[in-house]
């Protein structure tokens, strides 16, 4: 993806939601962060790892589900184990990123974009992969049915109209 298009992206959610949130989306970093507003900067960040599209698409999905209280939080307060995990960490990896990557799915249909599931191990245990895909698949499903989370609505629907792709459906949402 071209730093053009993360030029779009970032814009596009600066003056949008990012805006009426005092939350800038920032392409700069070798990891993914989140940093919210202190005494030295008046605005909360979100960073997104080394240029990519999608680990922007992935760290705003994460924001959307954020509350009030988290998003004051360095990472919004969440444990993070790097590449190595074992099975039990594997696991409750793989339980909190069902929602923020069926979002981030939504996001990339809306961005007109092809998404693949990130169980994010490499060093560690052997993953079932599939499995996990299809759990994210079922929450996006269930996402189109019950209504996404408000923030991620919104983004979807700003990322949608800008790309001008189709409205999100069942269908759309296949492996």
Same mark, same amino acid.
């Given at each position: 993806m071209s730093n053009n298009q993360n +030029? @779009? $992206?970032?814009r596009l959610f600066n003056q949008g939601l990012g805006k009426q949130f005092n939350t800038r989306l920032i392409d +700069? %970093? !070798?990891?993914?962060l989140y940093l919210p507003a202190d005494e030295q900067c008046p605005f909360h960040r979100i960073f997104f790892a080394? %240029?990519?599209? !999608? !680990?922007a698409l992935h760290e705003l999905a994460h924001w959307t589900l954020a509350g009030p209280t =988290?998003? $004051? =939080? $360095?990472?919004y307060g969440y444990w993070y184990h790097p590449d190595g995990r074992d099975?039990? +960490?594997q696991a409750e990896f793989e339980r909190v990123e069902v929602k923020p990557q069926a979002i981030e799915w939504a996001l990339h249909l809306a961005a007109g974009r092809r998404f693949n599931v990130s169980v994010d191990n490499l060093g560690g245990i052997e993953v079932d992969r599939r499995a996990f895909q299809l759990k994210v698949q079922t929450q996006a499903r269930r996402? $189109? @049915?019950q209504g996404f989370p408000p923030r991620a609505g919104a983004l979807i629907e700003d990322v949608r109209r800008h790309y001008r792709t189709p409205a999100l459906s069942t269908q759309r949402f296949e492996f």
């Open positions: +030029q @779009v $992206l970032i +700069q %970093g !070798s990891e993914p080394h %240029g990519f599209f !999608s !680990s =988290r998003r $004051l =939080r $360095l990472d099975a039990q +960490q996402y $189109l @049915v």
